[in-house]
């Protein structure tokens, strides 16, 4: 987890280095988008997964917590109409309840400080039926989910009144998904 926000270098650094379209891409697939849908990418970075979403989606959010990154998704992102990015955080996102059919997760659920608090703001602006995928790396460090701690993230989304919880793999990757109550 991460304590403070990213310094503007260490930022651009990660958004060249740590871009992986392919990972990013997997959500979006996964996802099964429609042009109806408005999704949220919380942990967004760069805005890559934004990015390739709005291809087909009505609207396409993304948020970070790191400033810096958001400037670098906004600059990379000018002239595409349906794409928006704001500074927040996964315990505390900026927007209202019930605002997103589908919300993901890629590779920054580990940085959540509160993943409870997190899952709840996710319940919070997830519409009624609406998706959830939270993608990572199947790993037994701090980045990453080993299978315990993808069972353990399908645990608290049942807990807390998710429906349909289930965990899938995709190549390295664990993916948690489950729908709106």
């Known amino acids: 987890m991460d304590e403070q926000e990213w310094p503007k270098l260490k930022s651009t650094i990660y958004s060249w280095i740590w871009r992986n379209p392919r990972s990013n ?23 890559v997964a934004v990015r390739h979403a709005a291809v087909t989606v009505t609207r396409a959010v993304g948020v970070d917590r790191s400033s810096a990154m958001v400037d670098i998704a906004k600059r990379r992102s000018e002239g595409l109409p349906n794409v928006e990015f704001a500074v927040g955080q ?69 807990r807390l009144g998710f429906l349909d919880a289930s965990i899938g793999r995709h190549r390295d990757n664990y993916i948690v998904a489950a729908r709106g109550a």
Do not use: M
């Open 25 to 47: 891409r997997i959500v979006v697939d996964v996802a099964g988008l429609s042009p109806e849908d408005q999704t949220l990418d919380i942990g967004c970075g760069p805005g």
């Open 90 to 158: 996964a315990e505390d996102l900026p927007f209202p309840d019930d605002d997103f059919s589908v919300v993901w997760s890629a590779h920054s659920y580990h940085h959540w400080e509160d993943r409870g608090k997190g899952l709840l703001e996710t319940k919070r602006v997830l519409a009624p039926g609406g998706r959830l995928l939270i993608v990572e790396t199947r790993s037994q460090g701090e980045h990453g989910l080993s299978l315990d701690g993808a069972l353990g993230v399908q645990a608290d989304l049942e």
